[in-house]
């Protein structure tokens, strides 16, 4: 939660104060007061400071008591600043200065010792290595540009300062307005959990802002996150999001399937996923996103594109189509009136092409025509200029129908140069701009195709918890037996195919008792059995299963050989990881060979529910293949479900798995199960 402190504090002192606003400590104070802070602010400097509207203290002992303490000094000087402020009364601390954890052990001490004295005194830092908060009460940041605040405008939480105002910036440039920003810096003490927690508290449905805009490049308490968010957005609120700082170094040394596939990046998308988070990878997507949101009507899956730019639409259709929306024609008779109202050569199947000479008056009766049109439910209107006349009337019928019309309308006005005096004014009006058709088409699929969140709705397969929990307490860490296994999938009531170890020769003479021929025939030992040759198919007479029982004893590290009965279908994995405090990341796709070389791979965070598990098995590229192809029979679907709910549930009730590799699993109309599988435990 924020403090009052740090929200809405009556007096600031700015440590390290200056009358120089190309200084942090000189610029927060102009745009303190610019912003029009109305409580009293206190210059401390050795040096003697003259600001209007300034007190210069020499001092910070000398200071009277302050609810908010701006400090912009040498960070080995933080710490006993904040420890004198605090015990003096100061409950909030706003820390631009670096060199703390980012700069290595001795910085890491620092911010440590900041932490220990802020929950000693029972006060809050923002930051450290930040640029500070700007909100409706004061403009507590040293950068440029201050936006206008708007009550109804988005909220930002970022981790970086830089790109704040990179983001602040950019997002001028389209009309997106901000309410709340929060440069969060290292996070120390309060993170994007904290302020996401605190938005969630005193989230107002009348007042508070309903879209949130994250750049971060830590997420210390995964859960924390996932409740608040989840909460938000169910409240009614969009989240988009950046996550910075992925690596996939980390992935080559994992040593199974599962484990290579689950880089840091397929992590924080599982995470964002749950949460019903946009997951954006750059600035100008984020701020696209957001400027879908703050029109704030219903984006729905059908979307008109009228135009007077025939490449435009083309463009924006294909990026549209490609992303799950459609661009649904228009009957003719329906649009036969409206057709008559425009220039020959115009067409009105969809997109809706008014031709270069089109009027204001022509766009006015399009949009009329689409609004009162149940095909449809947004609109797209792309409309530039190529300088040889003014298009301010064009821009002013937009103004009127973005006010009127019940329907989304996303203008896309992409003469800047040509139309650049229009557009400010339409800008100026509260309205977005789109210029790029692209760019709002990828924002606008984002937007209309998540979901909503799937955090807390989860379903528990029935299982023997009993046994399953038996099992992991009689085993050691590392990779358990393959009869251990086959006992703890069974358990969990995930289907195996027939099987038996076997150790010698002899033993191989009575297997017709128990098995069918064809059998497949596995190498027990390398963890890699199809790269050293140790895997066999199709093995239909007992001359043939001692010949390969033989020479696979021969192979390096090998214990003895695993049989299997062979069974027909496709090959598919599913199969779960361990990731720190986000706990267990579950995927599937493709099995075989082909999980790291075609990667079409679905994931979601354990535990899952049904419908998530369908949501995973849908997305995959493949998914045609599951549903059946070209007269050949589909898979078991209902069954690929059950399989990956008891995987997520098996994780969830034995935390003590890091590993668990289900691959291949053989699956056709009527079955799927389990051929080969690992598991680790930790």
């Not at 001795?106 to 932490?115: M, P």
């Not at 004295?117 to 830092?125: G, L, V």
Request: aromatic share 6%; with cysteine.
């Amino acid at each position: 939660m924020l403090q009052n402190s740090v929200l809405n504090p009556e007096q600031i002192a700015i440590i390290g104060a200056s009358e120089n606003q190309s200084k942090p400590g000189g610029k927060v104070i102009y745009n303190l007061i610019s912003g029009g802070f109305k409580g009293k602010i206190y210059g401390v400097n050795p040096k003697t400071i003259s600001i209007k509207g300034v007190k210069h203290i020499a001092k910070v002992d000398l200071l009277p008591k302050v609810d908010l303490a701006i400090l912009s000094i040498p960070a080995f000087l933080c710490v006993e600043t904040v420890e004198t402020l605090a015990q003096a009364g100061t409950k909030g601390f706003i820390i631009y200065s670096a060199g703390f954890a980012e700069a290595g052990e001795q910085g890491v001490d620092l911010e440590n010792q900041l932490i220990s004295i802020a929950e000693k005194y029972n006060a809050q830092i923002i930051g450290p290595n930040c640029i500070g908060i700007i909100n409706g009460h004061y403009k507590g940041v040293f950068t440029t540009p201050v936006p206008h605040y708007y009550e109804e405008g988005c909220e930002l939480i970022s981790s970086s300062g830089a790109t704040a105002v990179f983001i602040m910036e950019a997002a001028h440039a389209v009309g997106l307005k901000f309410s709340n920003i929060y440069s969060i810096g290292n996070a120390g003490q309060t993170g994007v959990e904290e302020i996401l927690e605190h938005m969630d508290a005193t989230f107002d449905p009348e007042r508070s802002p309903k879209v949130k805009l994250l750049y971060l490049e830590n997420i210390k308490n995964p859960f924390k996150f996932l409740k608040h968010a989840s909460s938000l957005v169910r409240k009614g609120c969009h989240i988009a999001a950046i996550k910075s700082g992925y690596s996939e170094a980390g992935s080559r040394a994992a040593s199974s399937h599962t484990g290579a596939i689950a880089t840091s990046d397929t992590l924080i998308r599982a995470l964002f996923k749950k949460a019903a988070i946009v997951y954006c990878h750059s600035r100008e997507e984020l701020i696209n996103v957001a400027a879908v949101w703050q029109e704030n009507k219903a984006i729905g899956k059908n979307i008109a594109i009228i135009t007077h730019a025939g490449g435009s639409a083309v463009m924006l259709t294909d990026v549209l189509s490609s992303n799950g929306l459609n661009i649904p024609p228009i009957d003719e008779q329906k649009a036969k009136n409206l057709l008559k109202k425009l220039h020959p050569g115009s067409s009105v199947s969809n997109p809706i092409d008014f031709l270069a000479t089109g009027t204001a008056d022509q766009l006015a009766e399009i949009i009329d025509f689409c609004e009162n049109l149940n095909e449809i439910d947004a609109m797209v209107v792309v409309f530039g200029s190529p300088g040889l006349f003014n298009v301010g009337d064009v821009y002013q019928v937009l103004h009127e129908k973005l006010k009127s019309c019940k329907k989304a309308i996303f203008p896309v006005l992409p003469s800047l140069v040509n139309a650049g005096k229009e557009i400010q004014e339409f800008l100026d009006k509260g309205h977005v701009n789109f210029p790029d058709e692209v760019v709002l088409g990828k924002a606008l699929a984002s937007a209309a195709n998540i979901d909503g969140p799937a955090y807390g709705k989860y379903d528990l397969a029935e299982m023997d918890y009993s046994r399953i929990r038996d099992i992991i307490a009689e085993s050691k860490s590392g990779y358990l037996d393959t009869q251990i296994v086959r006992e703890l999938l069974l358990a969990s009531g995930i289907e195996m195919v027939k099987e038996q170890e076997f150790y010698d020769e002899k033993s191989l003479g009575n297997i017709h008792k128990s098995m069918e021929f064809p059998l497949v025939m596995k190498v027990l030992g390398p963890i890699h059995k199809t790269d050293v040759g140790g895997v066999s198919l199709n093995i239909n007479s007992q001359e043939f299963l001692k010949k390969e029982f033989n020479r696979m004893r021969k192979i390096s590290g090998a214990k003895g050989v695993l049989i299997q009965e062979m069974k027909k279908g496709e090959e598919f994995f599913a199969g779960a990881v361990k990731k720190g405090n986000f706990g267990h990341l579950v995927l599937c796709g493709m099995g075989g060979i082909f999980v790291e070389i075609i990667k079409d791979v679905a994931n979601g965070l354990a535990p899952l529910s049904k419908r998530e598990a369908e949501k995973m098995i849908q997305s995959l590229k493949t998914y045609p293949i599951i549903q059946g192809y070209r007269g050949r029979a589909g898979i078991n679907e209902v069954a690929f479900a059950d399989v990956i709910v008891r995987l997520a549930s098996l994780v969830h009730l034995a935390p003590e798995i890091e590993e668990i590799d289900m691959n291949p699993l053989i699956g056709n109309e009527k079955e799927l199960v389990v051929v080969d599988a690992r598991i680790r435990l930790s």
